[in-house]
């Protein structure tokens, strides 16, 4: 297994993408399978988000200045996504918003990943290079076992609480 932090991200982004179709091809099914699969979604993205607000942006905005306002965008995404989070693990799947909520998250989403794979990773794999993305990808892998798996959980509202004012 790579150990390389972009690959790790990576990695989330197929798992979040395989979700996402899961959801979408259940999204007539019964309430009870689109409810295990939105706690799905939102435990790898609780989970995800911690990683790259706690250890990738943070690092990433220390070596690369020059990626300030893109950091700060994608703080501001992860913000959106998780308040949808909030409310989906608080709301019930046969909830006449549920699906339309769902499907305004991982839009969100697919949107935050698109420019993240297609703009944001390819400059910091030029900048950076294989050593200290691994350096970085340790980290991520090092806090993944006690990262938050809900949205109410009190290390993702903290983490939430930092992104948007720091």
């Known amino acids: 297994m790579s150990t390389d932090a972009i690959v790790l991200l990576k990695e989330d982004h197929k798992e979040m993408r395989r979700l996402f ?84 998250l991982i839009e969100n989403v697919t949107h935050h990943v698109e420019e993240e794979e297609e703009e944001w990773f390819p400059k910091v794999r030029e900048a950076l290079g294989r050593k200290q993305l691994q350096e970085i990808g340790e980290k991520m892998i090092a806090l993944r076992a006690d990262a938050p798996r809900t949205p109410s959980d009190p290390k993702a509202i903290k983490k939430a609480i930092d992104a948007v004012t720091a």
């Open 21 to 104: 179709k899961a959801f979408q091809d259940a999204e007539e099914g019964p309430a009870s399978q689109r409810q295990k699969l939105v706690g799905q979604i939102i435990e790898a993205l609780t989970v995800h988000t911690y990683l790259e607000n706690e250890v990738m942006y943070p690092e990433v905005r220390r070596l690369l200045p020059d990626l300030e306002d893109d950091i700060l965008e994608s703080y501001e995404e992860h913000h959106v996504a998780d308040v949808l989070c909030a409310e989906l693990a608080a709301m019930d799947a046969a909830h006449e918003h549920f699906n339309a909520k769902t499907t305004v």
